[in-house]
């Protein structure tokens, strides 16, 4: 055999295989004494096996549900299929309707390609009716198999015929029970199915001696019902009731027990492994295709809430502009759902509808400043988008956006004559001064403005646009030798694209729509990927006492190319990492939320030009 230097082999011959423990033979060749792997004790015990289980469908069905379960079992392959009953609404007597909900049923059953074992629910057995028909189809309503030496117990809870709650094991199937047991003591393991948790009712009959049966052996209780899960270790076994498979439920999640699943039963010889798999968490190989990154990632999102500068900085009444767009072949349905704001009352013209394919919704966001509070007070509000393409011959695409909207203060570019790039501030005494104040990281690492202040301010004219910082910084941190992101460092975000573009900028794009000027205060190479720029920057460091003053030029060039000749706007952010010493954490000061953070507010750092 010829070997390179890596080589590999292997080649499973289980099937024709017989040793002493029936386990496949390996054949590995690989060159060298250490191996790329932990181990090889195959995971594949010859009385290992693997099956699930569906739980309740009705009780208040929700249509598709079930059957979407059935092509996600498809995909998981199990060798068979438990139930614990209610598999039709059924509470009645008018055989028309039953044989109707039972071919519904076995219709889901058809498209499923491993053996189903049906177990009887109270909604499958109400009445003598119900019970002839069960028999007609099924022959009996419990029975028993072996299968490796586990032995599955499937068990009636409506012998008497009670309705819900009132679950029974009768004498004539308890001698049943009792029977088969005492014909299987040596199984290594008992499961049992029905439907109702007999062991949380009362005046159950014979349930608590068939309990009896069971303590003295491995064994496991299956059932359904109530559509809530919980388990109960009692009786020298696992007891577990199930949730749903489409049955009726609030679905308010794990804590309340209210979840869509199937169960997945790995048999060992230790006893079954159980992985509850929610339907939601099973996909198949489709679960993202190039076409739903089309139209999911690949586009903004279709909800937007167009950003309102106001030159008051408390204004009262404003009325903001919501737009839906839908950029596919398919109808768009949407959900809005608003949520309470301390200091602003929002109403939202539409929280429900539908958009046409390759079609645009706008509507109104009327909003009121309760106490004419500051616009630079006002947190940001948040409304959670819910968006649903429905398709005809797929499933429907569905995924969700909160949107952070706050209105803002118009900040103006003031024209100036002639600035030199040289940290002397002197030109800059009658500008508009802002200060960043937002800090992230731990409050412990930041002690107040002796420890970190920063203002700008920005001017423009015909071949420049200029920054201008006032840093304040008790110990700069640089490292000569270490990365960018461990010293100090400022960042600066110029999206001179137009408005309607900058505004909803999450952070895509950089180098090629926008660009980020990272610089620490190392001697040598203290700008991050200085030569992926598209211009050269100009900056000019003073440092002072207590800090240093900063000024920035950006070629107003670059503006004009992105944004026309009569640009009106850009968007700018600015940022400070602020490290104390090596092995510190930093603090964060950010004029606004980092445009590629979760916290982004659309629109927030637009300036004007005056």
Not at 193 to 220: C, G, I, S, Y
Request: net charge negative; hydrophobic share 35%.
């Amino acid at each position: 055999m010829c070997r390179i230097a890596v080589s590999l082999l292997i080649l499973l011959l289980a099937s024709t295989v017989s040793n002493a423990q029936d386990k496949p033979t390996i054949y590995i060749d690989i060159p060298t004494q250490q191996k790329p792997w932990n181990h090889t004790e195959w995971n594949a015990a010859p009385g290992q096996f693997q099956f699930a289980i569906v739980t309740d469908r009705t009780g208040g069905h929700r249509p598709g549900v079930f059957p979407t379960g059935i092509k996600k079992l498809n995909l998981l392959q199990p060798e068979f299929v438990m139930s614990v009953g209610d598999l039709i609404e059924g509470y009645t007597k008018d055989t028309v309707q039953l044989n109707a909900e039972w071919k519904e049923f076995k219709g889901f059953i058809d498209l499923l390609e491993a053996p189903f074992f049906y177990v009887p629910g109270n909604h499958d057995i109400t009445n003598k009716v119900m019970e002839d028909k069960w028999k007609e189809l099924f022959g009996v309503a419990y029975y028993h198999f072996i299968y490796k030496d586990v032995l599955f117990l499937c068990l009636n809870s409506e012998d008497n015929i009670r309705g819900a709650g009132r679950g029974t094991i009768d004498d004539e199937q308890y001698a049943y029970i009792e029977k088969t047991l005492e014909e299987n003591t040596d199984v290594k393991w008992t499961l049992v199915f029905l439907h109702q948790p007999l062991w949380v009712q009362e005046d159950t009959k014979r349930w608590q001696d068939v309990e009896r049966l069971l303590a003295q052996r491995n064994h496991n209780v299956f059932a359904g019902h109530y559509h809530r899960y919980w388990k109960t270790d009692q009786n020298n076994g696992k007891y577990i009731a199930l949730a749903t498979t489409g049955g009726g439920s609030g679905l308010r999640g794990k804590a309340y027990g209210e979840f869509d699943h199937v169960v997945w039963v790995t048999m060992t010889e230790e006893g079954p492994i159980l992985a509850n798999l929610f339907l939601e968490g099973i996909w198949d190989e489709n679960v993202v295709t190039e076409a739903l990154v089309d139209l999911v990632r690949n586009r903004p999102f279709p909800i937007q809430v167009m950003p309102i500068y106001s030159d008051d900085t408390h204004p009262q009444n404003m009325i903001a502009t919501v737009k839906a767009t839908n950029q596919s072949d398919t109808k768009m349905r949407v959900e809005l759902t608003g949520y309470n704001h301390d200091k602003l009352f929002y109403q939202l013209e539409r929280t429900s509808f539908e958009v046409n394919p390759n079609d645009v919704e706008t509507f109104a966001l009327n909003l009121t400043n309760l106490d004419k509070s500051a616009l630079t007070d006002l947190n940001p509000l948040q409304i959670k988008a819910d968006i649903t393409y429905e398709f005809d011959s797929q499933p429907n695409v569905s995924f969700s956006s909160v949107l952070k909207y706050v209105p803002f203060f118009k900040y103006k570019i003031k024209e100036a004559s002639k600035i030199k790039v040289d940290g002397d501030l002197k030109e800059w005494k009658e500008m508009q001064w802002i200060s960043v104040e937002n800090v992230e990281g731990s409050p412990f690492d930041f002690s107040g403005v002796d420890d970190f202040s920063l203002q700008f301010a920005t001017a423009y004219n015909e071949d420049y646009f200029y920054v201008a910082i006032k840093l304040t910084d008790d110990n700069f941190f640089i490292d000569e030798e270490g990365s960018f992101g461990d010293q100090d460092a400022l960042i600066l975000g110029l999206d001179a694209r137009p408005q309607h573009l900058s505004a909803f900028n999450g952070g895509e794009g950089r180098g090629e729509d926008w660009i980020a000027y990272l610089r620490t205060f190392k001697e040598e190479n203290p700008v991050y990927d200085e030569e992926e720029l598209p211009f050269k920057v100009n900056f000019a460091e003073e440092r002072t006492e207590k800090g240093a003053t900063i000024e920035v030029a950006f070629p107003l060039e670059y503006v004009r190319k992105m944004n026309g000749e009569n640009w009106s706007n850009l968007r700018f952010g600015l940022g400070y990492y602020d490290f104390d010493s090596k092995d510190e954490n930093p603090t964060t000061h950010f004029w606004f939320p980092a445009w590629n953070s979760t916290e982004d507010i659309p629109g927030s750092g637009m300036l004007f030009r005056e």
